[in-house]
């Protein structure tokens, strides 16, 4: 098990960028895959981007494609979701989770931030 811990989220117009951060408190997560989802309230907990343990693969959703970007510094033991072209249906809370496998499915994951808000106005 890893505690996660996200952070970067904020208020940004339409258009502008915002880069968050996830990062573990005491143990190391550079084994680990790691995806970013997102949850906008009434709504379901939706898959934005996954990175594998060495960062050689990424994958992300459709509706952030060309505008998220996923990468990790394993020797900073951080994950970083830079986001960029934000529109307010990107408005949600973000959520990190770290696991075994990578995957675009909640279910892969065993490991889970307590998520960031972000608010992006028109």
């Known amino acids: 098990q890893v505690q996660l811990l996200e952070s970067g989220g904020g208020l940004v117009q339409t258009g502008g960028s915002l880069r968050l951060s996830c990062t573990t408190s005491?143990?190391?997560?550079?084994?680990?895959?790691v995806g970013w989802f997102r949850q906008a309230p009434g709504k379901e907990r939706k898959f934005v981007a996954a990175?594998?343990?060495?960062?050689?693969?990424?994958n992300y959703a459709d509706s952030v494609k060309g505008r998220f970007t996923i990468s990790r510094d394993n020797a900073k033991n951080t994950v970083y979701l830079q986001m960029n072209s934000l529109k307010p249906e990107d408005t949600a809370v973000y959520y990190c989770?770290?696991?075994?496998?990578?995957?675009?499915?909640?279910?892969?994951?065993?490991?889970w931030g307590q998520g960031t808000q972000v608010t992006v106005t028109v």
């Open positions: 005491g143990r190391t997560f550079s084994s680990y895959a």
């Open positions: 990175i594998t343990w060495n960062g050689d693969s990424t």
């Open positions: 989770a770290a696991g075994g496998r990578y995957a675009s499915s909640a279910s892969r994951y065993d490991n």
